[in-house]
C-alpha cells in the first residue's frame, strides 16, 4: 500500500500536476482547493503527508495546518507557497508545519523536505545584515499573511496606499532578478 499525500492548493492546474508527478512516484494523491474540503479529505483518507498552499480563498492555509496537525498529529506538512519569506516561513513552522518550500518546487525538492528529520527555516547567519528592501519586503509578506491576502486591509495596517502596496508586491522579492 502507497503512502497518501492531501494536496491543498487553490491553483487547480498547478494540483493536477503535482498530483500526477506525485503518482507517478508511486503514492496516493488525495487534492483539495480549501479548508474545508482538505478538512474532509484527511478525515477519510487520514493521510501520511501533506503538502499545504498558505493563500487560498477563505481560510488561510496556517489555520488549516494547526488544524490538520491538530486532527493527524503524525501528519508531516510541506508548506508550498510563491509568497515566500522569512516571516511566513516560521509563522507556518508554529503552526505545525515540517517544512516550508518556495514556489516553484520541484517535484523532488517537496518531497525531500519530508524526508529532513528536523524542522527548519533557511535563515541568514545573524551577522549578515539585510539589504532595506529585503526587509521591507519580508514585512510586506508577513503582514499580508496576516490579513490572509487581502491587499486593501494589508494596506490599512502598513499605512500606504493600496495600490502603492500592489506596486512594490509587483515588482517582486527583491533581488530575485
Not at 101 to 114: M, N, R, T, Y
Request: aromatic share 4%.
Amino acid at each position: 500500500m502507497s503512502e497518501t499525500i492531501l494536496l491543498v492548493d487553490d491553483d487547480r492546474a498547478f494540483c493536477d500536476a503535482l498530483a500526477m508527478a506525485l503518482q507517478r512516484r508511486g503514492f496516493t494523491v488525495v487534492v483539495a482547493h480549501g479548508f474545508a474540503d482538505a478538512m474532509r479529505e484527511a478525515a477519510a483518507w487520514k493521510p501520511h503527508r501533506a503538502v499545504v498552499d498558505l493563500h487560498m480563498p477563505g481560510r488561510s492555509g496556517l489555520e488549516l495546518i494547526t488544524e490538520l496537525t491538530r486532527v493527524l498529529p503524525d501528519l508531516a506538512v510541506v508548506v508550498l507557497t510563491g509568497y515566500g519569506s522569512i516571516a511566513t516561513a516560521v509563522e507556518a513552522i508554529k503552526a505545525g508545519a515540517t517544512h516550508y518550500v518556495s514556489k516553484p518546487a520541484h517535484v523532488d525538492e517537496i518531497l525531500s523536505a519530508f524526508d529532513r528529520t528536523a524542522p527548519e527555516v533557511a535563515l541568514p547567519a545573524v551577522e549578515q545584515t539585510k539589504p532595506l528592501e529585503e526587509v521591507e519586503w519580508e514585512h510586506l509578506q508577513r503582514v499580508l499573511t496576516e490579513c490572509d491576502g487581502n491587499i486593501s486591509e494589508a494596506a490599512r495596517r502598513l499605512g500606504m496606499h493600496r495600490r502603492s502596496l500592489q506596486r512594490k508586491l509587483a515588482r517582486g522579492r527583491p533581488g530575485a532578478d
